[in-house]
């Protein structure tokens, strides 16, 4: 039976890389899509088979692996509202892992035209796509171990470049300190103790500017289907991580200063049930709360469904039908 436009529209509406769309543009995009049944064990696409179309996941479940020396690797489990394809898409290369289905499942699909046709002229979808993909380009780069099998990160990003930059404006000052030691030994005082003063000092400062670009790199602020996650690393000290539930969550908000509108930074405050989870200084601060308050969303329809489902059985059992 063919998804209604209407029924399209609501699913889209429902996913941040569509976020910002009027009514016009998402009817638009929800007429160019069209439906493809895969069966439970069908291959949706092959590893390095030509890249060709855009999948949503409209309804089901699908596995996706990449073979690497004769083994199959799982990069991921995705379900209803996840979306998928699009790396190849955007890279322009082969496909670089194989998706199956684990059940019968219903997929929207745009065309590759169609795709780079509105990836240009909605530059909102540009912007939410880049950011799917590098993270997870990044996601699988890292690897983290404390992942579950069925989960799957969808937002990982760390500290804008600009909280690195003012970190690193007194080590650049300091520099004059190691340069004035070298000036005076060569105009000064013909010393080699000096010298070595300002070689000392000049290792110390370097030093110190590469453990504070570590150290920068190293906070992840990460948003799977499962929870919200903060990950702090201090090199040399110690690895924290500070997450919660999405069931947990009780609110989304967005913290941004004039300096971090012009340059797309800001800290978005997840709050919980326990507590808050900062994402101080993160890129797309914005984005980054749609992706949250998305899956926020998604696990209070299921709990609903749950909820649902356990009073329909219920009153199976009182009325003596048969459990499904």
């Known amino acids: 039976m063919a998804i209604e436009t209407s029924a399209r529209i609501t699913f889209l509406k429902k996913i941040h890389l569509f976020h910002g769309l ?3 543009e998402f009817e638009a995009v929800a007429n160019e899509m069209d439906e493809f049944a895969v069966a439970k064990g069908g291959i949706v696409f092959e590893q390095d088979g030509k890249a060709d179309s855009f999948y949503l996941i409209y309804d089901g479940k699908v596995r996706i692996t990449r073979k690497l020396e004769k083994k199959d690797i799982q990069l991921a489990l995705l379900v209803k509202n996840d979306y998928f394809g699009e790396m190849a898409l955007v890279a322009k290369r082969r496909r670089s892992a194989t998706v199956t289905a684990l059940t019968d499942s219903t997929l929207l699909v745009l065309s590759r035209a169609d795709f780079e046709k509105l990836y240009k002229q909605a530059p909102q ?7 799917a993909v590098r993270s997870r380009v990044l996601a699988r780069k890292l690897q983290f171990k404390w992942l579950r099998t069925d989960e799957v990160i969808y937002f990982l990003a760390r500290k804008h470049p600009i909280v690195l930059a003012q970190k690193l404006i007194l080590p650049v000052l300091a520099l004059f300190v190691p340069i004035g030691f070298f000036y005076a030994w060569i105009y000064i005082l013909d010393f080699l103790i000096v010298a070595l003063a300002g070689g000392m000092a000049l290792l110390v400062i370097i030093g110190y500017m590469i453990w504070l670009w570590v150290d920068w790199g190293n906070d992840y602020y990460i948003v799977t289907n499962q929870r919200v996650v903060w990950l702090e690393k201090v090199v040399g000290i110690y690895d924290s991580r500070q997450e919660s539930p999405l069931g947990t969550i009780l609110s989304v908000g967005v913290e941004v200063n004039q300096v971090g509108r012009f340059l797309d930074y800001g800290n978005v405050i997840v ?17 980054a709360a749609k992706m949250v308050e998305e899956y926020w969303n998604r ?12 009073m329909k059985n ?8 048969p459990l499904p």
């Not at 979808?125 to 950011?131: D, F, G, Q, R």
């Not at 709050?271 to 984005?287: E, K, Q």
Request: charged fraction near 35%; avoid cysteine; aromatic fraction near 6%.
């Open 22 to 24: 009027d009514d016009a």
């Open 125 to 131: 979808i540009k912007e939410n796509l880049e950011i």
């Open 271 to 287: 709050r919980t049930f326990v507590g808050r989870i900062p994402f101080n200084d993160v890129n797309h601060p914005a984005h």
């Open 299 to 310: 696990t209070k329809e299921f709990a609903a469904g749950m909820e649902k489902e356990a």
């Open 314 to 321: 219920a009153i199976r059992k009182r009325l003596g039908i």
